[in-house]
């Protein structure tokens, strides 16, 4: 296995890998399908406003995708991850390691992950902050 940053001027080249996985994403859970598009995400990456990383297998295809960006906040700056899917997470999920040397190096202080809640079990490393709750008004 292995994580490719994907550059924004790349996009076009591995869209036709990524996008059922940004599909799945833009389909979302509950109340978050209706947040964005797969268009919405590709737009994003290419306009440098959101990182994405392909998960390859060793037959080089596309197994996963993880979407974030980098948040400066007034006295950190945090990497943070919002949207991940794929297949055999057992497999790719030790490559955030790589997410993680990759958010040091741009000066990030901390990796976030907005996950679901059962997602705690498979990042022991990370400490649980917080619940999001959403509210349709």
Known sequence: MRLHLIPPDKLAAAWRFIEPFARQIAGGHHDQASRRSAEDIATGIT???????????EAGSACALVLGGIVQFPRMKLLRIHSCVGVGRKAWLPLLAEIEAFAKAQGCEQVEVICRKGWARELPDYRLTHVVMVRAV
């Open 47 to 57: 306009e440098g406003r959101e990182l994405a990383w392909a998960v390859l297998d």
